[in-house]
């Protein structure tokens, strides 16, 4: 694996990657792209050729699949809130 370290995003609980994690990441975008593409194919078909409920529910699940998944290399932490610090 590479020591580089690219910077968290600027919100809480997302922490320097390195440049591995990022690429696996990136490689997991362009695959999410080529899906989202078939899925706006079949969208774009006449009515009643899929079932609406059926695609969203599709479509909805494979996009909360990729996030679930380039979490899983990123692995954000979670947040230090102001009344912790009282504790």
Do not use: C
């Not at 899929?50 to 699940?61: E, I, M, N």
């Not at 699949?65 to 979490?71: D, T």
């Amino acid at each position: 694996m590479s020591n580089d370290q690219h910077q968290g995003l600027p919100v809480a609980g997302y922490v320097p990657q390195s440049a591995d994690k990022v690429a696996l990441v990136n490689q997991n975008k362009v695959i999410e792209e080529y899906v989202l593409r078939q899925l706006d194919k079949l969208a774009a078909l006449p009515a009643g050729t899929v079932d609406p409920r059926w695609f969203a529910t599709a479509r909805t699940d494979i996009e909360k699949g990729f996030m679930a998944l380039n979490r899983s290399v990123f692995q954000p932490t979670r947040v230090t809130l102001p009344e912790d610090a009282a504790a």
